[in-house]
C-alpha cells in the first residue's frame, strides 16, 4: 500500500478527532465523487509527463542550446505550472485536509526551488555546478513529486 493509499484511507478504528472530513470515504480511502471530481480536474499522467520534461530543459540550458527564456524568479513559483494551479486551487479543497496532500505541496515547491537552482547557476556560466545541482538535488525533488503523483493515483483507485 503506497504513501497516499495509507493516508487516504479511511481507518474506521481512528479516533473521531482524527478522521477525515470526507466521512463518507469508500474502502479506497476517498469517497468515489471526490475521487472522480479530482480525476476530471487534474490529468496525473499528463501531471508526471510534465515534471519529468523539465530535466530535458534544464539540461539544454545547461548545454547551452535551449531556446526557451527561463527565468529563475518565475521557475521558483510553484503556483504557476498546471499542477501548482491545481493543488493550491481545486486540490486543496478537495484534498487539503489530508497530510498527504500537504507533503505533495511541499515537495513540489521544493521541485521548483530545486529547478530555479539550476537555471541560475546554468545562467551565471557555472555549467559544472549546475549539472551537479540537476543530477542529485534536482533528480531527487523531481522523482519525489512524481512518487507522490503516482502514489495519489493509485489511491484514488486508478
Request: charged share 25%.
Amino acid at each position: 500500500m503506497g504513501f497516499f493509499s495509507r493516508l487516504f484511507r479511511w481507518d474506521e478504528n481512528a479516533p473521531a478527532a482524527r478522521q477525515p472530513a470526507e466521512a463518507a470515504a469508500s474502502e479506497r480511502g476517498l469517497d468515489a465523487a471526490t475521487a472522480k471530481a479530482v480525476l476530471a480536474e487534474l490529468d496525473i499522467d499528463t501531471a508526471i509527463a510534465a515534471h519529468e520534461h523539465w530535466s530535458a530543459r534544464l539540461n539544454a540550458v545547461i548545454k547551452g542550446t535551449s531556446t526557451e527564456q527561463l527565468q529563475p524568479d518565475v521557475v521558483c513559483l510553484d503556483d504557476r505550472c498546471d499542477l501548482g494551479k491545481w493543488l493550491h486551487g481545486p486540490g486543496r479543497a478537495r484534498l487539503g485536509s489530508y497530510p498527504a496532500f500537504s507533503v505533495l505541496v511541499a515537495r513540489h515547491k521544493h521541485f521548483h526551488m530545486e529547478a530555479s537552482a539550476v537555471l541560475s547557476l546554468a545562467q551565471s556560466g557555472d555549467q559544472p555546478r549546475a549539472e551537479q545541482k540537476l543530477q542529485s538535488g534536482y533528480r531527487h525533488a523531481s522523482n519525489q513529486v512524481v512518487l507522490l503523483l503516482k502514489e495519489l493515483k493509485r489511491g484514488l483507485g486508478r
